[in-house]
Structures are given as C-alpha cells and as structure tokens.
T-cell receptor, first 114, second 114 residues
Framework: GDSVTQMEGPVTLSEEAFLTINCTYT??????LFWYVQYPGEGLQLLLK?????DKGSNKGFEATYRKETTSFHLEKGSVQVSDSAVYFC?????????????FGQGTTLQVKP | NAGVTQTPKFQVLKTGQSMTLQCAQD?????MSWYRQDPGMGLRLIHY???????DQGEVPNGYNVSRSTTEDFPLRLLSAAPSQTSVYFC?????????????FGPGTRLTVL
C-alpha cells in the first residue's frame, strides 16, 4: 500500500543553519505531496504542496521538489530560525476520486537553538 | 471563519467509560475525517466522511463510531474507552474533489484513558 517515510528525529540546529528533512514515498500512480507543520500545542497547518513531478512547492522560505525518479519530496530551508521549531510531517494523497486519503509519515521534530 | 473546531481540548476517562469528541467546521466542506496521533507513528486515519449521511472506515477504526447528520458536524464516539485509546485526536476537513486540496485541521483533543 501507499506509504511515506521520513528521516528520524529529532533534528537540532543552530539558528541560520541549513535544514534538510528527507521524505520518500511509495505510491501507485501520481500522488499529490504535502508538507505539514505542527507547532507546539497546535493542530497541523499546510506548509507547502506539489501536485506533479518536478513541481516545487515553497512557503515561508521552505522548499520541496517533487522528484518522481527518486520518489522523494525533501524539505529544505536555507536559514532556520528559532520560530521554525516544530514537528514536520510529509504526506501524500493518492488520487482515488472523492475519497483520496491523506497518508502521513511519522513526523520529524526540529529544534532550533539561538 | 472559525475553521475547524474541536471540543473538549483535554479529557481524562476511566476504562470502560464512553464519550463523544465533537468536531465542527464552517467552511461547507464535504470531506471530514478523524485522525489519532501517537508518538513515532504520525497521524493515522480513524474514520472519514465524504458528505452528510456517508461515512467509512479508515486505517484504525476499531473502538470508534462516527455519524454525519449535517455537513458541519462530525462527532467521534468512544463506546467503551481503553488505555490503548490514549492519544491526541485531530479532526480535519477539505473540499471533496481534487487530490491536491488543502486539508484543514482542528486544534486537537488530548485524551487520557486510565
């Protein structure tokens, strides 16, 4: 079945460091890919998305490129801030008409120190 | 718009007790779903609904019931709580059509079963 695998956390970085969180997926067909962020004590918010191969999603300085050949959707940011400390979830939705379900990775905790 | 709202925020139950977690959305979304979040396991789908009167099981439905009598509300019922149901529960909604549509999440309900 469809699945998403993220790199193990927690990831601890100093402010202004470069961030990469790896995400790979297994799916039939051509899924849409998402990154969600969960700040402490809150629900999940959509960070960015890509709907087809080679699409690049971007938001708030974060970027991820839909790589069909490597089935990956790695999250990157050039210079992290303390306020980026959160849990990041990679997810996919395989198109199946109206009932396309969102499948999540296990989440990666990012801690940014000043 | 209030978005997706959930009540209560916190709940402690004893084994065998029943309760209902409330979820409501004011975006006229047809698709609603319930997830549980456990450490190291990401979010897992419990039940979902593609419209009023229509519900279906997700990945981990055992021990939970749902109903959808209106577009706005999607309550989750625990009939006889067990310690294994200790978790954080998130309700979500989105427009029904389109695999790329953003899913909006509520703030979550933290449930402890003793």
């Amino acid at each position: 079945g469809d699945s998403v695998t993220q790199m193990e956390g927690p990831v601890t970085l100093s402010e202004e460091a470069f961030l990469t969180i790896n995400c790979t997926y297994t799916a039939t067909g051509y899924p849409s890919l998402f990154w969600y962020v969960q700040y402490p004590g809150e629900g999940l918010q959509l960070l960015l998305k890509a709907t087809k191969a080679d699409d690049k999603g971007s938001n708030k300085g974060f970027e991820a490129t839909y790589r069909k050949e490597t089935t990956s959707f790695h999250l990157e940011k050039g210079s992290v801030q303390v306020s980026d400390s959160a849990v990041y979830f990679c997810a996919l939705r395989a198109y199946s008409g109206n009932t396309g379900k969102l499948i999540f990775g296990q989440g990666t905790t990012l801690q940014v120190k000043p | 718009n209030a978005g997706v709202t959930q009540t209560p925020k916190f709940q402690v139950l004893k084994t065998g007790q029943s309760m209902t977690l409330q979820c409501a959305q004011d975006m006229n979304h047809e698709y609603m779903s319930w997830y549980r979040q456990d450490p190291g396991m990401g979010l897992r789908l419990i039940h979902y609904s593609v419209g009023a009167g229509i519900t279906d099981q997700g990945e981990v439905p055992n021990g939970y019931n749902v109903s959808r009598s209106t577009t706005e509300d999607f309550p989750l019922r625990l009939l006889s709580a067990a310690p294994s149901q200790t978790s954080v529960y998130f309700c979500a909604s989105r427009e029904r059509t389109g695999s790329y549509n953003e899913q909006f999440f509520g703030p979550g309900t933290r449930l402890t079963v003793l």
